[in-house]
Nanobody
Framework: QVQLVESGGGLVQPGGSLRLSCAASGFTISNYAMNWYRQAPGKEREFVAA????????DYAEAVKGRFTISRDNAKKTVYLQMNSLKPEDTAVYYC????????WGQGTQVSVSS
C-alpha cells in the first residue's frame, strides 16, 4: 500500500524553525521527484519546494527561498523540509507530493506560526 506520511508540524513563534519529514512506503522513492506543497486557510494549494529523484537541482518558491531547505534520504525513504526564519504567512497545512510514473499525496501536517 502506497503511503506518504508527514510529521513534524506544530506551533512555532515567528523566527523559529521546524523540520518536516515525509516517510514513504509502498513505492520506490528513488524513482520519484519529491515535492512539498502547502495550503493556507482560504487559499489554493501552492508549490513550496522540489527535489529530483537523484537529489541536487532543488527548486523553491520565491516566498521561501533562503529560508527553507528540501532534502531526501532515499535509503530511509524519507524527504525533509527544514524551515527556518518562519513567518506568520508560512502558516498552512504542508503536504508531501511524489511525482513520477504515478503521483501520490500525503495527508498533510499543520504548521502554525504565531506569537
Amino acid at each position: 500500500q502506497v503511503q506518504l506520511v508527514e510529521s513534524g508540524g506544530g506551533l512555532v513563534q515567528p523566527g523559529g524553525s521546524l523540520r518536516l519529514s515525509c516517510a514513504a512506503s509502498g513505492f520506490t522513492i528513488s524513482n520519484y521527484a519529491m515535492n512539498w506543497y502547502r495550503q493556507a486557510p482560504g487559499k489554493e494549494r501552492e508549490f513550496v519546494a522540489a527535489m529530483p529523484p537523484s537529489g541536487g537541482n532543488t527548486d523553491y518558491a520565491e516566498a521561501v527561498k533562503g529560508r527553507f531547505t528540501i532534502s531526501r534520504d532515499n535509503a530511509k525513504k524519507t524527504v525533509y523540509l527544514q524551515m527556518n526564519s518562519l513567518k506568520p504567512e508560512d502558516t498552512a497545512v504542508y503536504y508531501c507530493y511524489a511525482q513520477g510514473l504515478y503521483s501520490y499525496w500525503g495527508q498533510g501536517t499543520q504548521v502554525s506560526v504565531s506569537s
